[in-house]
């Protein structure tokens, strides 16, 4: 299972930097507005998903993919607020 967490949240990684990597760049110490929560969200996200590269444990998977996809909507309504783009939501439980 190792191996499949690792997978799994390599994939995470890719995801947020393709979706949102060009918004946190351009937007980095730029705005004092909710375009700056871009940066902590997608940091902390980023962060988490290194870490549970090394959890085996599905309860806390389970826990982790919840709350990712609760972030990631957040980032994706800002996004589509201040520049129109459309990125796709993620559904959560």
């Known amino acids: 299972m190792k191996a499949e967490s690792k997978k799994s949240a390599e ?3 890719k ?3 393709w979706a ?3 918004f946190r760049e351009a937007w980095e110490d730029q705005y004092q507005d909710d375009r700056n929560l871009i940066i902590g969200c ?4 980023m962060e988490a998903s290194e870490a549970m590269k090394k959890i085996d ?3 806390i998977w389970c826990a982790f993919n919840h ?3 609760e972030q990631w909507n957040m980032m994706a309504e800002i996004v589509e607020r ?3 783009k459309h990125i ?3 559904e959560v439980f």
């Open 57 to 59: 444990n599905n309860f």
């Open 67 to 69: 709350r990712f996809n």
């Open 11 to 13: 994939l995470k990684q």
């Open 82 to 84: 201040f520049t129109g």
């Open 88 to 90: 796709d939501r993620h």
């Open 42 to 45: 997608y940091d902390q996200l």
């Open 20 to 22: 949102f990597g060009e």
């Open 15 to 17: 995801l947020l930097k």
